[in-house]
């Protein structure tokens, strides 16, 4: 069965002030985010009606929109608040949270001085980001055709929708031959991230990642580092070449939605869903439910 379309869901919605009705929740065709991929936006997930790292999250949107030349019309203080709010309002325990701004209609073309920012935040039930199945056995990954730009070519500390226009063409291109995702790689060759998750890979029980110059460090990514570290492993953040995938072991990716998920195989490299992986992932559990 397919899932109910977005704008066609029961609930609130905090938009501009308001908390409108899930159905009310709409903006003009002519709005400048929409032509010129003006927009900043969180992905958080709540855990028995607390959202992880709410604060950080809030900051980040903040720090994505400075960076855009947006300036927010909240403190993260306040968007904080809002979040729980429309969390209460909608009734969640365990579910995502879409925190976003956005620039509006007031001028339609490259310059957009003039238009205000708008903010709205929204939140639903949500299980994993992959099956359970998928889970147990790893996901499955293929080359991306798309690499990560370089730092001077795009915004790469923000998390603005500009940037994912190469990652939905990548995972894309992954479903239709049958893979979960895609492994992308930075401009200079280098092995990246996953279309929306942050990499590891293990072998000889030392954890690798590599450095994210250009892509985001996710918060998922900087709470796992802290938890591998915490639990004594050596974590070495540094470029990786794609000739060293065959090196590994053990693999995962990490993300406020991946949660801590196991890679299976990237291309023609396989993966042991093995004891460090499983040992990460339950940690991370544990600390997001707060057990
Ligand atoms: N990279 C990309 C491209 C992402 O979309 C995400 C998800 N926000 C991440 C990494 C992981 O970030 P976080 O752990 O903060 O969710």
Same mark, same amino acid.
């Given at each position: 069965m397919a899932a109910i379309p977005f704008d066609q869901r029961d609930g609130k919605i905090y938009l501009d002030g308001d908390m409108v009705d899930w159905k009310d929740a709409k903006i003009h065709v002519l709005t400048h985010a929409l032509h010129y991929a003006s927009c900043v936006f969180e992905g958080e997930r709540a855990y028995n009606g607390v959202i992880f790292k709410s604060l950080e999250h809030s900051e980040r949107l903040h720090k994505s929109a400075a960076i855009m030349g947006m300036k927010l019309p909240l403190s993260p203080d306040e968007l904080t608040a809002l979040k729980d709010k429309v969390l209460k309002a909608n009734n969640i325990q365990d579910g995502y949270v879409r925190a976003f701004a956005w620039r509006g209609s007031e001028q339609m073309g %490259?310059? #957009?001085?003039?238009t205000q920012t708008h903010i709205a935040i929204a939140a639903w039930d949500w299980g994993s980001y992959f099956s359970a199945e998928k889970r147990e056995q790893g996901i499955n990954l293929c080359m991306a055709q798309y690499r990560r730009p370089a730092p001077d070519m795009a915004p790469t500390q923000a998390k603005a929708a500009g940037l994912y226009m190469i990652c939905t063409i990548s995972k894309h291109n992954a479903e239709a031959q049958g893979y979960d995702d895609a492994l992308m790689l930075d401009y200079r060759g280098y092995v990246a991230e996953a279309t929306g998750a942050n990499l590891f890979l293990i072998k000889d029980e030392k954890i690798h990642t590599p450095t994210p110059d250009c892509f985001l460090n996710g918060i998922t990514r900087q709470t796992v580092i802290k938890l591998a570290k915490d639990k004594g492993y050596e974590l070495i953040e540094r470029h990786i070449k794609p000739e060293e995938l065959g090196d590994f072991e053990e693999c995962f990716l990490t993300g406020s #939605? #991946?949660? %801590?998920t196991a890679v299976g195989s990237i291309a023609d490299h396989k993966y042991t869903v093995g004891p460090i992986v499983r040992d990460l992932r339950d940690a991370y559990e544990s600390l997001v439910r707060q057990l």
């Open positions: %490259v310059s #957009a001085q003039l #939605a #991946a949660e %801590v």
